[in-house]
Each structure stands twice: as C-alpha cells, then as structure tokens.
C-alpha cells in the first residue's frame, strides 16, 4: 500500500462514467487503448505514471484509490466530480469583447480554440458572435463522474 509521501507507479484508463459519452476514453497511460480509442498522440510517451502520494498532483479520486492497493492488484473506480476534476462552476464561463480575443496575435476568436487568462489559465471558446466570444475556464470533464482502470505496479520511498 501507498502512504503520503511515497511514489506510486500506475498504469491506469480513466473514462466518462455517466451521459451520452459513458465509457469513452479521455486519459490512459496504456498506447494500445489510446490508439483504440482514438486519443493517441504522438508526442506523448505512454508510460506508467509515477506520482507522490498526496501531493495533490492527480485526481483526488485516484491518489485515494491506490493508497488502498497492494502492488499487482488491479480495480476499477468510479470517481465523482469532487474528488476528480471538481463541479462545474458557471462563474467559471464568461463573455469577453470579442475584439479584445482577436487583438491578441495568437488568437483567431473561433469556437474550440484555447485561450489563456492573464493569471494563466487555460479556457476554450464556446461561442462567438459579431460582438463576444464566450470562453469556457472549467475543466472539461468538471461535473462529470469518471472512472479509472488503475493498476499498482509499484509503491517506493523516494529518499
């Protein structure tokens, strides 16, 4: 089992639990099914994770799941929004002047594109008309329940 402060390695798939996209593939560290389900790319190297336990550097969700696991044992979990990628948050969804998004050298104000705020973070436009792009800053899977396939490879002290 995994304690607070140890590195654990897992493999893992994590899919969309619930809705009209139940069971489709949004992360895995598996090559395989990312080629299967569609989300391969070819710059990412797939790999088991590793990460420090209760650092909050992974979904709450599956930092708490492997701290239950004996290495070589596999499970599926549901997570649900709070403890993976949060609520939405309708504060989180706001309408800017749409020529202040083109002013910018690197943005073209078209439903999909990324943006980034001036403190950083990342949104994508939603909407557009003549006068105001609406920009998304939730993360795109907020309000949804998930689900990961996790297996524990490994569990070690990082001195």
Request: no cysteine.
């Amino acid at each position: 089992m995994a304690s607070r402060g140890n590195i654990a390695v897992v493999h893992y798939t994590g899919r969309v639990a619930e809705g009209e996209d139940a069971g489709e593939v949004f992360d895995t560290t598996d090559v395989d099914v990312a080629l299967e389900s569609g989300i391969y790319h070819g710059n990412r190297d797939y790999k088991p994770l590793e990460f420090r336990v209760g650092e909050q550097k992974v979904v709450p969700g599956l930092d708490e799941v492997v701290r239950e696991m004996e290495v070589g044992e596999e499970r599926t979990v549901r997570v649900d929004p709070e403890a993976a990628f949060g609520e939405r948050d309708d504060d989180r969804v706001i309408e800017v002047p749409r020529a202040d998004l083109e002013a910018r050298s690197d943005v073209d104000a078209e439903p999909g594109e990324l943006v980034r705020s001036e403190t950083g973070d990342t949104g994508w436009i939603t909407e557009v008309d003549d006068e105001t792009a609406t920009v998304d800053f939730n993360h795109e899977l907020a309000g949804l329940p998930v689900e990961f396939d996790v297996k524990l490879l490994d569990v070690y002290a990082d001195d």
